[in-house]
């Protein structure tokens, strides 16, 4: 139950990250290697977390989901702004997502580029996000069954 707890805890870390992102993309010069760099480094660290999170015992998907869940809630918030709103709200419940999923915008963009970009004339940004948390959600999963696995 702790374990489980801790997971959903530690669901909520990218979003101080990317306000702490936000805050250096605006006041220092930034380039495209840098947000990559910051994508990369934080998978990496999602990856660890997860590893030193979850239960050796526990089934790695769940853990996993657990981990990811906060930024499903995110993501749910982007879908209802873009899809059915048609606009971000102007409050915290309007940039919260987007900056939950910031630290990994860099490699969505990059992803969408390969994957999506050829099949549609134009980028929807919730595409976007989706890969930016299906990128989160297999680092979690990376980590906890290189946990369940005990190397």
């Known amino acids: 139950m702790k374990r489980n707890i801790a997971l959903l805890l530690l669901g909520i870390l990218p979003l101080p990250l990317g306000y702490a992102l936000n805050f250096v993309i605006l006041s220092l010069p930034s380039s495209s290697i ?19 999170v979850s239960a ?14 906060f930024g499903l809630l995110m993501l749910l918030l982007v879908f209802y702004q873009e899809l059915v709103m048609g606009r971000y709200w102007l409050n915290l419940l309007g940039a919260a997502p987007q900056l939950y999923f910031l630290p990994l915008l860099s490699l969505g963009f990059t992803l969408s580029n390969v994957l999506i ?10 595409l976007v996000y989706l890969l930016a948390w299906l990128l989160l959600f297999a680092a979690g999963c990376a980590g906890c069954f290189w946990k369940a696995r005990g190397k």
Not at 34 to 52: C, P
Not at 56 to 69: F, K, N, W
């Open 56 to 69: 050796r015992e526990g089934q790695p998907i769940v853990q996993a989901l657990l981990l990811s869940a």
């Open 34 to 52: 840098l947000l990559y760099a910051v994508s990369i480094g934080f998978l990496l660290l999602w990856v660890l977390l997860a590893r030193r």
């Open 117 to 126: 970009q050829p099949f549609l004339p134009t980028l929807e940004m919730w």
